[in-house]
T-cell receptor, first 114, second 113 residues
Framework: EPEVTQTPSHQVTQMGQEVILRCVPISNHLYFYWYRQILGQKVEFLVSFYNNEISEKSEIFDDQFSVERPDGSNFTLKIRSTKLEDSAMYFC????????????FGPGTRLTVL | AQSVTQPDIHITVSEGASLELRCNYSYGATPYLFWYVQSPGQGLQLLLKYFSGDTLVQGIKGFEAEFKRSQSSFNLRKPSVHWSDAAEYFCAVGVFTGNQFYFGTGTSLTVIP
């Protein structure tokens, strides 16, 4: 069964450094998402992406964040200058259609900012 | 504003007992409703979803959920819990205004022998 994959599984970085989290969505899906889950808290929406542009973003997704689909398979989340509070599990998801379609989640990347 | 409430932070049940996890949502129209499960160290796995039609939906692993419009609820049930069901359960709402989900805060399920 097709699945969403994410790399790395765990990323440790120093505060102020840039990180790029990578995701490979399911191949025939057209909508892509990033979520984060701070330890012990709920999963929070960051951004959705369709047709090579952001379709929606939350207030969390400020100028420090950016997303890109650099090729036909990868979908990346970049944090330009990490802060301690960026430490969280970041989940990528994809769906075949938008607006409420089932989103399939990857296993997540745990980001630790020191 | 849309919101999802899972009133029970933590539930403990005995193996073989029945289970009901509560979910209430706040949204102006009928949303798409989902239940996801997250095992320790794992990603989110879809258990079931409701879009329209029959308000009782069946999912994987023997789970079912019932949509009750009058109560704005979408409670998850299982008649007999297995030890492997111990996990975190998230209710989620998909809305028409955008391509995002709103997740509840989750319910942690512990299963005791």
């Amino acid at each position: 069964e097709p699945e969403v994959t994410q790399t790395p599984s765990h990323q440790v970085t120093q505060m102020g450094q840039e990180v790029i989290l990578r995701c490979v969505p399911i191949s025939n899906h057209l909508y892509f998402y990033w979520y984060r889950q701070i330890l012990g808290q709920k999963v929070e929406f960051l951004v959705s992406f369709y047709n090579n542009e952001i379709s929606e973003k939350s207030e969390i997704f400020d100028d420090q964040f950016s997303v890109e689909r650099p090729d036909g398979s990868n979908f990346t989340l970049k944090i330009r200058s990490t802060k301690l509070e960026d430490s969280a599990m970041y989940f990528c998801a994809s769906s075949e259609q938008g607006i409420g379609d089932t989103q399939y989640f990857g296993p997540g990347t745990r980001l630790t900012v020191l | 504003a849309q919101s999802v409430t899972q009133p029970d932070i933590h539930i403990t049940v005995s193996e073989g007992a029945s289970l009901e996890l509560r979910c209430n949502y706040s949204y102006g129209a009928t949303p798409y409703l989902f239940w996801y499960v997250q095992s320790p160290g794992q990603g989110l796995q879809l258990l079931l979803k409701y879009f329209s039609g029959d308000t009782l939906v069946q999912g994987i692993k023997g789970f079912e959920a019932e949509f009750k419009r009058s109560q704005s609820s979408f409670n998850l049930r299982k008649p007999s819990v297995h030890w492997s069901d111990a996990a975190e359960y998230f209710c989620a709402v998909g809305v028409f205004t955008g391509n995002q989900f709103y997740f509840g805060t989750g319910t942690s399920l512990t299963v005791i022998p």
